[in-house]
């Protein structure tokens, strides 16, 4: 896949360092099974350990990516070192939620309640996949098992529904009210009350429900406790990137991380040292996930503008899943793939925790979405009588590529179950 993707990319050659390590000397892309040694990059982790984070804030590693911005040769950039010298990373406090499974054919623990964390903003993917979640609990999608045909198992044309109404309500707020909450207030004063349950049962009667039911095709977004946003919608625009892990140690500590440089290559700009040693780090291209347009067309701010010192909103869904009434951990999940990262992760926690699937049956169920526009399906994953019957309820249904790389790691008896998303290139691994 990595050499597939070289190949076609074309930007990434214009920089000397990237392309004289990531292809030969001809401009071809290296070959499946050439061994690539990122001997700058080695050197630099080594730094790391000994010195902490310091060693990227200071010194020659900091001097080396603000020569890269700075010297651009058609797009230079004003990065300095005290810009880097007085980066922060923040910690903040999980967003948590509890989740209840009624459904009386899913067969995934004895106990059907669920306290379900992730990342608070700026990070959208938590309140968006706990929106989809909650808003589906109030329509009969709880009494929806999935289907099962020769092509194995899928959602069906009535479940797709209603998950594609519920995520076009969860996108249509995610765009109104999320962004980094050191300049964006959340709605009522907190970022639960897009989670609150009241909430959520009323934005779930706005589906039309019944077997026939038409799509809504576009949701407004909400008030939550009452509150109406200052801010103006932020269009949709595309989202790339990321890579995600899930691990549980011999202690019972449990990781969800989810990481990116935003676009696959990033900003195309590699950083070396210069010491002569090959290989070194991407620069991201992060600031895309900030809204293009500061506004819209009546002069009304969108939340995630970009300002100074500002983090832009992202998708990811690092998620760890526990029993409420233990404590237990019963799910670590999470995926790679921009906006799509929230229906990937979604579809997951559903499929194990609604439907009783393991985490490799729930990841190789068929990708779906909705960005609060047309109805996105995984191509040749879905029958021609279920594509036939969404667009009968008025739903504008696009097949194409879906390439998630969920991981998950689940809690199963006395030990543990992993999937690996057959898309891409993870795999599970254990001692």
């Given at each position: 896949r990595m050499s597939t993707l070289l190949a076609g990319e074309s930007h990434l050659k214009k920089d000397s360092v990237a392309a004289a390590y990531f292809y030969d000397s001809k401009g071809?892309?290296?070959?499946?099974?050439?061994l690539l040694r990122n001997q700058e990059l080695g050197a630099i982790f080594r730094r790391i350990a000994a010195e902490g984070s310091r060693a990227l804030h200071e010194g020659d590693i900091a001097q080396a990516i603000v020569n890269k911005v700075q010297k651009h040769p058609t797009n230079p950039g004003t990065l300095s070192l005290a810009d880097l010298a007085s980066y922060q990373a923040r910690q903040r406090t999980p967003l948590c939620f509890d989740y209840s499974v009624t459904a009386s054919f899913s067969t995934s623990s004895n106990n059907k309640d669920y306290r379900i964390c992730g990342m608070p903003p700026p990070s959208s993917g938590a309140i968006a996949v706990g929106q989809i979640l909650g808003i589906l609990n109030n329509t009969r999608a709880t009494s929806l098992p999935p289907d099962h045909d020769a092509q194995g198992i899928a959602p069906s044309a009535d479940w797709l529904h209603l998950y594609t109404e519920a995520s076009r309500l969860a996108f249509a707020d995610r765009a109104q009210y999320l962004g980094d909450p050191d300049f964006v207030q959340p709605p009522a004063g907190t970022w639960m009350s897009l989670l609150e349950p009241a909430y959520l049962a009323s934005r779930a009667r706005l589906i039309a429900a019944g077997p026939d039911a038409m799509s809504m095709k576009v949701a407004p977004p909400g008030t939550p406790g009452g509150f109406r946003s200052s801010y103006a919608p932020m269009p949709e625009q595309p989202e790339y990137g990321t890579s995600h892990i899930s691990i549980v140690d011999a202690h019972g500590n449990a990781l969800a991380m989810t990481t990116t440089i935003e676009d696959a290559w990033g900003a195309r700009q590699m950083v070396n040292r210069g010491k002569g040693l090959a290989g070194g780090f991407l620069l991201n291209n992060e600031l895309t996930d900030f809204s293009f347009s500061p506004s819209d067309s009546s002069g009304t701010s969108v939340a995630n503008r970009v300002q100074p010192g500002k983090r832009p909103r992202s998708s990811m869904a690092p998620t760890l899943v526990f029993d409420r009434a233990t404590g237990?951990?019963?799910?670590?999940?999470?995926?790679?793939?921009?906006?799509?990262?929230i229906h990937f992760t979604a579809k997951t926690l559903y499929g194990v925790l609604n439907w009783g699937l393991n985490a490799q049956a729930a990841i190789n169920l068929p990708n779906f979405a909705s960005f609060n526009g047309p109805t996105l399906l995984e191509e040749n994953r879905f029958p021609a009588a279920t594509l036939n019957a969404l667009n009968a309820r008025d739903h504008d249904v696009i097949e194409l590529p879906m390439t998630s790389g969920l991981q998950a790691i689940q809690t199963a008896g006395h030990g543990l179950f992993g999937g690996a998303d057959p898309r891409r290139e993870g795999v599970v691994r254990g001692d």
């Open positions: 071809k892309a290296w070959p499946e099974g050439h237990r951990l019963v799910m670590s999940a999470g995926s790679p793939g921009g906006a799509f990262i």
